[in-house]
């Protein structure tokens, strides 16, 4: 009896070994020696071919074999799918290859360094760039300096104990009290300390106090005042002062104690607007933000706040096909029901003509009014433009008049005088009825 087993040519297995901690997966062909597995492992793990020794592990890490016999074939040991293949080569140790203490390394004296003219040095100093620029380095210096003096007098107009609103771009408004001013062991120049009213923060805004020094009932920090420094909860948090505003006695945009008088103890306001319910001062955003005065658009800065003729132009032509569609659908949903019933069609075939009707006749509708309104859109921007961004009710005419006689013009002079005439008409319907107001105004007392 012949007993044959047929087993996959190439075998997947996890490499580890004692000279270094990461593994690796291999595929490799069972008909390799175990001669020529040692040289490829050798290139994967380090260790040397001559000295090392190969045990195989199963999926469990149990041990299953060990790979002896540098004239045996992988295929002859049990090594299936996904089995571990761990070298051992005991005259190296762990960590090894990492470890570039030992490699000889070349330094280049500094003597040498400066003669060379291919050096980022050399670029530098021919250039005169960063360090190497003394007259940007002196202005540099002199610019700390001064902002270092200004943050000194205006941390001066800060007084520990004031009241204080804080706005951080991207979190909400909150207030405070002013708990510390002056220099703090983490940032160079002065800043502002705030103890929040709301338990929020890492600390009572008293520079280098830990969070043991908070006060009973609270805990809170300060954020950073500085442009485009955002508040952190896992760092402690002052207010630099170098958005310092010496009319308002606080921090420009931030800090700023200068409100209404309507409640002498917070010194913020209560309303949001004259004549609504009071609200609660230590609400942690600026009720102003409820006033609702934006436009419903963007406009470009400088721009009136209104649309112009190319924007309604999106809207008017998407809504133009979308109305075809619906009044195209409508009449042949119509006819398909006239048709078909004429023609005695019942069940799935009756069925079938209705959609071919209302998508036919739905379609056509919808490509005709889409048309139409791309081309009095298009033309009334050019009128508009050419009479340089003047609107009235003379562009409307204009173009609705432009667009029946082009849309008609091939099809002979009469209908294309016919066509302008059509949007003509149409034209002055449509500005009579959105100017009835004011021509009820002053033709009403005729009537």
């Given at each position: 009896m012949e007993v044959q087993v047929n087993t996959a040519p190439l075998v997947n297995v996890r490499v580890t070994s004692n000279v270094n901690s990461f593994t690796a997966e291999k595929r490799f062909d069972r008909s390799l020696t175990i001669g020529d597995l040692k040289g490829r492992l050798e290139l994967v793990t380090g260790g040397s071919a001559q000295n090392m020794t190969l045990e195989v592990f199963d999926e469990q890490e149990q041990p299953v074999c060990h790979l002896v016999g540098d004239e045996a074939l992988l295929g002859s040991f049990c090594v299936e799918e996904n089995y571990r293949i761990h070298v051992t080569d005991k005259t190296r140790r762990l960590g090894e290859f990492d470890d570039t203490s030992n490699v000889e390394k070349y330094e280049l004296p500094?003597?040498?360094?400066?003669?060379?003219?291919?050096?980022?040095?050399?670029?530098?100093?021919?250039?005169?760039?960063?360090?190497?620029?003394?007259?940007?380095?002196?202005?540099?210096?002199?610019?700390?300096?001064?902002?270092?003096?200004?943050?000194e007098e205006k941390a001066k107009t800060i007084t520990v104990g004031s009241r204080c609103q804080v706005r951080v771009q991207g979190e909400p408004t909150r207030r405070g009290e002013v708990m510390y001013v002056g220099k703090v062991h983490f940032k160079p120049g002065m800043w502002i300390g705030v103890k929040y009213d709301e338990p929020q923060g890492k600390n009572d805004g008293r520079g280098c106090a830990s969070s043991t020094d908070r006060a009973p009932g609270s805990s809170s920090s300060s954020s950073s005042s500085r442009p485009h420094v955002r508040h952190s909860a896992t760092t402690p948090h002052f207010f630099p002062t170098m958005a310092m505003d010496n009319r308002s006695g606080g921090i420009l945009g931030l800090v700023n104690?200068?409100?209404?008088?309507?409640?002498?103890?917070?010194?913020?306001?209560?309303?949001?607007?004259?004549?609504?319910?009071?609200?609660?001062?230590?609400?942690?955003?600026?009720?102003?933000?409820?006033?609702?005065?934006?436009?419903?658009?963007?406009?470009?800065?400088?721009?009136?706040?209104?649309?112009?003729?190319?924007?309604?132009?999106?809207?008017?032509?998407?809504?133009?096909?979308?109305?075809?569609?619906?009044?195209?659908?409508?009449?042949?949903?119509?006819?398909?029901?006239?048709?078909?019933?004429?023609?005695?069609?019942?069940?799935?075939?009756?069925?079938?003509?209705?959609?071919?009707?209302?998508?036919?006749?739905?379609?056509?509708?919808?490509?005709?009014?889409?048309?139409?309104?791309?081309?009095?859109?298009?033309?009334?921007?050019?009128?508009?433009?050419?009479?340089?961004?003047?609107?009235?009710?003379?562009?409307?005419?204009?173009?609705?008049?432009?667009?029946?006689?082009?849309?008609?013009?091939?099809?002979?002079?009469?209908?294309?005088?016919?066509?302008?005439?059509?949007?003509?008409?149409?034209?002055?319907?449509?500005?009579?009825?959105?100017?009835?107001?004011?021509?009820?105004?002053?033709?009403?007392?005729?009537?």
């Open positions: 500094e003597g040498e360094y400066n003669k060379r003219n291919d050096s980022v040095r050399s670029f530098l100093l021919k250039n005169k760039l960063g360090k190497y620029n003394e007259e940007e380095v002196k202005k540099k210096q002199e610019e700390k300096q001064k902002q270092e003096k200004e943050e104690p200068s409100y209404g008088a309507s409640d002498p103890g917070m010194n913020v306001p209560l309303t949001s607007k004259p004549g609504l319910s009071q609200l609660s001062p230590y609400l942690n955003f600026d009720p102003s933000y409820l006033q609702t005065t934006q436009p419903e658009f963007i406009a470009l800065e400088g721009q009136p706040q209104r649309r112009g003729r190319f924007e309604l132009a999106f809207s008017q032509i998407g809504g133009s096909c979308l109305v075809g569609a619906g009044l195209g659908g409508g009449h042949g949903l119509y006819r398909g029901l006239v048709e078909t019933a004429a023609s005695g069609h019942t069940g799935k075939i009756r069925r079938t003509q209705l959609l071919n009707y209302i998508m036919k006749r739905g379609s056509a509708s919808a490509n005709t009014l889409g048309v139409v309104a791309f081309m009095y859109s298009g033309l009334g921007w050019m009128i508009y433009y050419f009479r340089g961004n003047q609107e009235d009710h003379l562009n409307t005419v204009s173009a609705a008049t432009l667009t029946g006689l082009l849309y008609k013009s091939t099809a002979g002079l009469k209908k294309c005088a016919a066509g302008g005439l059509v949007g003509l008409g149409l034209s002055l319907a449509v500005v009579a009825f959105s100017s009835r107001d004011k021509l009820k105004d002053q033709y009403g007392h005729h009537f």
